[in-house]
């Protein structure tokens, strides 16, 4: 059975920073797996935040120069280490994986992804 756990949200004040974490368990071993982060409000689609497809980084621009994804493609792991929180950074924060990915991949869309954890709050405040 495969499990994605997140951990490490939380409430924090704007210009507050919080570390995302999660651990992948079950995954088929045929593969080696991407894994990274969406998150969603209420009333809108989940939104591409960032992902580690093993050397390369793809961030969401909304996010650039504050958000930082890292991880270990070998272990299963992801980490979102989130500074200068805003207040429209509150969402829930889902992790995903997916088997490696190469080229034009659409890796912003939500279905490109397999696996989904069941998702971390991250509630900013003004």
């Known amino acids: 059975q495969v499990q994605l756990v997140e951990s490490g949200g939380a409430s924090v004040q704007a210009g507050g920073s919080l570390r995302l974490s999660c651990a992948a368990s079950?995954?088929?071993?045929?593969?080696?797996?991407?894994m990274g982060w969406f998150r969603q409000t209420p009333g809108k689609e989940r939104e591409f935040v960032a992902v580690?497809?093993?050397?390369?980084?793809y961030t969401v621009d909304s996010v650039k120069g504050r958000f930082t994804i890292s991880g270990d493609n070998v272990k299963n792991t992801v980490f979102l280490q989130m500074n200068s929180l805003k207040p429209e950074d509150t969402a829930v924060y889902y992790c995903?994986?997916?088997?490696?990915?190469?080229?034009?991949?659409?890796?912003?869309?939500?279905?490109?992804?397999?696996?989904w954890g069941q998702g971390t709050q991250v509630t900013v405040s003004s």
């Open positions: 995903v994986a997916t088997p490696l990915f190469s080229g034009s991949y659409g890796y912003l869309r939500a279905s490109s992804y397999r696996y």
């Open positions: 079950g995954l088929p071993s045929d593969y080696y797996y991407a």
């Open positions: 580690l497809n093993w050397n390369d980084r």
